[in-house]
């Protein structure tokens, strides 16, 4: 049941991210096309994709965390005992849940403040391109929070080591 449940919010997070990146494309290249074909182009795909783009950034941050494109240095808990390692996984844990719901909470009170303040031209409460923060903040506590057992035992073989990796030059 959890496993479904992790595969499904993990489809639904990519095909969100996906979408909006899909979306951004068509619409610049449109832009692009409208510019240099027929002379114009249309004011607000600038502003829109921009904010796309700051969507897309707080939504993937969880899985980018699952492929393990974060940065991460493990020198130091690999030289530890396992028990030790073990410890220092969790304790790190617990302060990556306590800083993303710090930043969720704070994100929202700033999204509620600034939701009276309006986008140059499509005049969007700019709360609401701000929201990204929170919303994304709490998938990231999410997918760790699905993640929690294989995070704090370290379970990762060559190949998700290879898989990072590759992920992160993309």
């Known amino acids: ?26 619409l610049v290249f449109a832009n692009v096309v409208l510019r240099y074909i027929f002379g114009t182009s249309l004011p607000w795909v600038e502003e829109i994709t921009r904010y796309m783009m700051i969507w897309v950034a707080w939504l993937a941050v969880g899985l980018a965390m699952r492929e393990g494109a974060h940065i991460a240095i ?62 994304g903040s709490l998938l990231m506590l999410v997918h760790t929070l699905l993640m929690s057992r294989r995070l704090i035992t370290h379970q990762t073989n060559v190949e998700d080591q290879a898989k990072a990796a590759e992920f992160s030059v993309v």
């Open 1 to 26: 049941m959890l496993l479904t449940l992790d595969r499904f919010f993990t489809w639904a997070n990519q095909f969100v991210v996906g979408s909006l990146m899909l979306a951004m494309a068509i």
């Open 74 to 135: 493990d020198n130091f808990q690999n030289a530890l005992p396992a028990r030790w390692a073990q410890a220092l996984r969790l304790s790190v844990f617990l302060l990556v849940i306590g800083f993303f719901a710090a930043v969720a909470w704070f994100g929202l009170q700033y999204s509620l403040f600034a939701w009276r303040q309006e986008s140059a031209v499509l005049r969007l409460p700019l709360g609401a391109i701000y929201l990204a923060i929170p919303i």
